[in-house]
């Protein structure tokens, strides 16, 4: 299949920005082709007369897991549509391919069946994970074996049929930030996954410091609305051909349809996590100063995820938000708000989930594109109901909407200190 060379990028010298990538990759042969928007190619198989020729291309890709040259032939080998998404993805994280799959979780799978099919089943992991990995590399379902060690562990822990180095920087949900290129050298031959799905490409490159596998749950800010699942593993194009023989195994292929909105995310990815960044950042700050919080979580990256723990009870702010959506999930134009404990951190071990972090008391926040205010406000009104005789405009203790001063911080009390990734920081510092 010729996709990759009719999408080459601009012949320009120089290379584009980010922005201009997230706008073009995947799309600069259309005007060739006379056309402006990516088409949809919805179809699940190809004719072709040339039944020889056929097998001998699925041959190579048996041996190879290349993508193939010329038609297609199954959309469970390749699709034109997705492609063009893998194709922008790639560029955006500076790799080499990218093979994309149904879900963040088949496109782990894969992975982790590339790996083991070498006769590499160990992993060594740095908690937190997002719940669901952490529960497939312990349950031991793909017949694997997990290490979990901190960063400083790893060297370690690595032994000769180690395949592969996890970890997720910022964490879900504790947002914990880990030094990449430190842990890349730790690693030495081993390949390092990073779990870039809350970063984005917009805020970091994994594969610039020292990773060689890069995941994204593109149902998150890749895809960016609440309306497509989806998943996709950055690499190199030796892995990639690897994780393609195994997606075409095992069937966990992306629809075409999930491909072209994938696509139309990436066109306003940067717009949409620097201004929901911003948005968090300010959130961050207002919440360190809120007496009624007991500890946030802000990444130094910055991004869009807000963590919080609460001295009242969680499930009280989870049930009276009104503008803040509660829900699973991230990443999506409008605000989400979960409590870690119950859902996405629910099927891990409850001794570990609290060694890593992930209180009964915390909240995760995915910080939308609503106006600040009116989510500064939502949130004071549902802070406000987890405390006895609590009332919308902040109770005994609460901060209504119109006693935040211009700096976030509350009209009469001085800033307070909070911890925010363990560390203590001045809300000013944030």
């Known amino acids: 299949m010729d996709t990759e060379a009719s999408m080459a990028p601009s012949t320009t010298n120089r290379s584009r920005a980010l922005a201009t990538e997230a706008v073009h990759a995947g799309r600069d042969d259309l005007a060739a082709l006379g056309l402006h928007a990516p088409p949809i190619d919805l179809s699940t198989t190809y004719p072709s007369h040339d039944s020889r020729g056929e097998a001998e291309r699925i041959d190579a890709f048996a041996v190879t897991g290349a993508r193939l040259e010329g038609p297609p032939v199954y959309a469970r080998l390749d699709n034109p549509t997705t492609a063009r998404f893998e194709t922008a993805l790639a560029r955006l994280e500076g790799a080499q391919s990218a093979v994309s799959f149904a879900s963040g979780m088949a496109a782990l799978t894969a992975v982790l069946l590339v790996r083991a099919s070498m006769g590499l089943r160990h992993v060594v992991a740095v908690r937190p994970l997002y719940g669901c990995s952490d529960h497939l590399l312990g349950a031991g379902l793909l017949g694997t074996e997990v290490t979990w060690t901190d960063p400083a562990g790893i060297a370690e822990a690595l032994r000769p049929d180690t395949g592969l180095v996890m970890v997720e920087t910022p964490a879900n ?24 799905t809350f970063a984005t490409p917009v805020l970091q490159r994994p594969v610039e410091h020292g990773a060689r ?78 007496p009624r919080i007991a500890r946030v979580h802000y990444p130094k990256l910055g991004g869009a995820m807000v963590s919080f723990e609460v001295y009242g009870d969680p499930h009280r702010v989870i049930s009276a938000v009104r503008l803040v959506t509660p829900a699973v999930s991230l990443g999506s134009v409008d605000t989400l708000i979960q409590h870690p404990a119950s859902i996405s951190h629910r099927i891990v ?22 106006d600040v205010e009116d989510l500064w406000a939502d949130l004071c009104q549902a802070l406000s109901s987890q405390e006895p005789g609590g009332h ?19 009209s009469g009390r001085p800033a307070r200190t909070a911890a925010v990734n363990g560390r203590e920081s001045h809300p000013a510092g944030r």
Request: contains cysteine; hydrophobic residues 40%; aromatic residues 2%.
């Open 173 to 196: 949900p504790t947002l914990a930030e880990v030094d990449i290129r430190a842990i890349a050298h730790s690693c030495g031959s081993v390949p390092l996954l990073v779990d870039n």
């Open 213 to 290: 596998i890069v995941l994204h749950s593109a149902t998150k800010y890749l895809g960016g609305h609440g309306d497509v699942m989806g998943g996709v593993v950055a690499c190199d194009e030796e892995f990639a051909a690897r994780l393609r023989q195994v997606r075409f195994a095992t069937g966990g292929v992306l629809h075409p349809m999930a491909g072209y909105l994938l696509l139309r995310g990436l066109a306003t990815l940067p717009v949409r996590v620097r201004a929901a960044s911003a948005s968090a950042a300010e959130l961050s700050r207002r919440l360190t100063a809120d």
């Open 349 to 370: 071990n409850e001794g570990d989930r609290q060694a890593s972090g992930v209180g009964d008391r915390l909240l995760r926040m995915s910080v939308g594109l609503e």
């Open 392 to 410: 919308e405009e902040g109770g005994p203790h609460g901060v209504g909407r119109q006693d935040v001063g211009h700096q976030g911080g509350v």
